[in-house]
């Protein structure tokens, strides 16, 4: 009975022990999204380019690219990281240039939360062939709205490698973001997006 006993006793010990120093599942899946909700990327799309930019952007940086007509204004909040994107729909408009949810999120929605001191980094999804005098002009629009706003922008870009006369997503000679051309040059997009998610490791955004 002693004996029993004794080996019940060093039984239970060692399942002690191992719990002791296992890791737990639950702390470890708490810790993983707490993190990744850090960082967002939120797009909007209207033939589909501006999603896969998103997609290759989401998977360098290992985040889900929500279409930002879906988020809530407590999510983006929660966020100390934002990436945004949108294609450029409504060339040569001074507003509501994507013909995207975006054109009412950065009017209604934008005003009315504290987006300040929150890094921000732009995306943008033309055509230089067809539209070589408004290429990526959407992302200005994103890229000056939310620095209005108070948001620290980084991710900026070369223009170099691309073949468009203007663009309301230069400042001082270099893109505000990432621009991606799935009409002439979507070989390119993919190691553009890898690159520009270093990058932006590299400025401290994630």
């Known amino acids: ?7 019940a006793a060093v039984s239970c010990l060692s399942k002690s022990t191992t719990l002791a120093f296992a890791p737990s599942a639950q702390n470890n899946v708490r810790s993983a ?15 589909g380019n501006t999603e896969t930019v998103a997609g290759y952007i989401s998977e360098a940086a290992g985040l889900e690219a929500v279409d930002i007509g879906d988020a809530t204004d407590n999510e983006v909040l929660g966020l100390d990281s934002i990436i945004v994107g949108a294609p450029t729909w409504h060339t040569d408009c001074e507003s509501e240039r994507s013909g995207t949810s975006w054109d009412s999120w950065l009017y209604d929605n934008l005003p009315n ?5 929150k890094n921000v980094a732009v995306f943008g999804v033309g055509d230089q062939a067809s539209y070589d005098e408004y290429y990526c002009d959407a992302a200005g629009e994103l890229y000056d709205l939310f620095e209005g706003a108070g948001c620290k922008m980084m ?3 070369s223009t170099d490698g ?5 663009s309301k997503a230069e400042r001082d000679g270099k893109f505000i973001g990432l621009m991606c051309d799935e009409d002439n ?14 990058q932006l490791k590299g400025e401290g955004f994630f």
């Open 1 to 7: 009975m002693k004996l029993f006993l004794a080996i």
């Open 33 to 47: 999204t707490a993190l990744n909700a850090k960082v967002g990327i939120y797009y909007s799309t209207q033939t």
């Open 113 to 117: 939360i504290d987006v300040s001191g």
């Open 155 to 157: 991710g900026f870009t």
């Open 162 to 166: 691309y073949d468009h006369s203007s």
């Open 185 to 198: 040059q979507y070989d390119m997009s993919e190691d553009r997006a890898k690159a520009w998610v270093a």
